[in-house]
């Protein structure tokens, strides 16, 4: 015999069902009673229980995550804190994020000579200053120069 119902008891709500002495189906898929599986709509969990019903749980479903003080919708990506490795937010607001190996430059070669991560140095125009970043790139300054050509 095929019951179709809709069950919705203290927090608990249930989409179509067939009932069965030890079994239930919930979107087209069949469980045990007591097993626990996800809901259709991602956030919550739902179970098997007696004669076929399936109960829900109905907590608010987060489309958002936050990361280092920034919300994310669900899905979208985003740079890791170490500048190397991407983050996105996924479901329920969990943030996951690569583990590669982030290769730190120890320092930047300008003009024949090796300076320091965030050291300032002239540029060889001599008169603008340059700056060595965390990714091991020179970056200078472009004030237009003045040239005193007295002899």
Not at 2 to 14: C, D, Q, R, W
Not at 15 to 31: A, D, I, L
Not at 34 to 54: A, E, H, I, L, Y
């Amino acid at each position: 015999m095929k019951v179709i119902a809709l069950l919705l008891i203290a927090g608990y709500v249930s989409s179509e069902y067939v009932s069965t002495r030890t079994s239930c189906t919930y979107n087209g898929k069949s469980y045990r009673d007591g097993q626990s599986f996800p809901s259709s709509d991602g956030c919550n969990t739902c179970s098997c229980g007696p004669r076929g019903f399936v109960g829900c749980t109905r907590r608010a479903c987060v489309k958002t995550c936050t990361y280092n003080g920034k919300s994310y919708r669900d899905g979208q990506s985003f740079p890791s804190s170490d500048g190397c490795n991407t983050c996105s937010c996924g479901p329920r607001g969990f943030v996951g994020c690569t583990r590669m190996a982030c290769i730190k430059p120890i320092g930047c070669n300008y003009n024949g000579q090796r300076y320091a991560v965030g050291e300032t140095f002239p540029s060889s125009d001599g008169c603008n200053t340059c700056r060595c970043d965390r990714r091991g790139q020179v970056g200078c300054t472009r004030m237009a120069c003045f040239v005193d050509r007295r002899p």
